[in-house]
């Protein structure tokens, strides 16, 4: 089994320039993008971020930024009304408790709204090169299919496997390595495995399988839920 590091100077040799792809040029900006970037994608979010930062460049103005407005600027990505609402009040809490400034523990990012584990651990390692380990969807993925992690792994557990496996010194490239994998060879529907270094011990096949019997199971348990429903209400009617 090739070893964890072994990978990723394997996927640094198909990716040498793999890194943050959200366009921003502070460390608010960043936060904002990657608020943003939450079930869409950073290409999506490059083209709303423009016209957002022109009009609001930092808290101090986004904080008294209409809702409704900054809604309309950003309404091209998903779940805009709600992002709209949290980098506003983002925007307040920094001002009203950061001086403007992003805070960089994770205790104190994660209280910002809209700020999950996945986005102060993204800001932590870009903005300020603290050593971290974001796991979004492509670093789950890529994580199972290449055994670094186990199918049943949840985020959380994936990131902690990934920490132990890898030195601190590599997290924040591993990081950016893993999704230009995830995002530009492995893909979700058609990676490309026949020009894979990996293929010999990948484990997409088995995920595939465990996945097709778990969409069964979970159907086959649908099928039998209304049979439930009607002998019931035959107990009812007797
Ligand atoms: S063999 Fe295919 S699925 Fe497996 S890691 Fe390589 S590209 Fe991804």
New binding site residues.
Partial sequence: MTKPEEILDQIEILFPDAQCELHHSTPFQLLIAVVLSAQTTDAAVNKVTPALFEKWPDAQSLQNADVKEVGETIRSIGLYPTKAKNIVGLSKKLMEEFDGEVPSTFKELQSLPGVGRKTANVVRSVAFDIPSFAVDTHVER?SK??GLAKPEDDPLKVEEKLRRKLPSARWNQAHHDLIF?GRY???ARN???A?????AF???DKLDALKAAQKKANSEKKLAAPKVKIETQQDDLA
């Fill in positions: 890529v299919r290449l994998f060879f492995c893909t990676p490309k495995c020009e894979c270094p990996f293929a990948c484990r997409k």
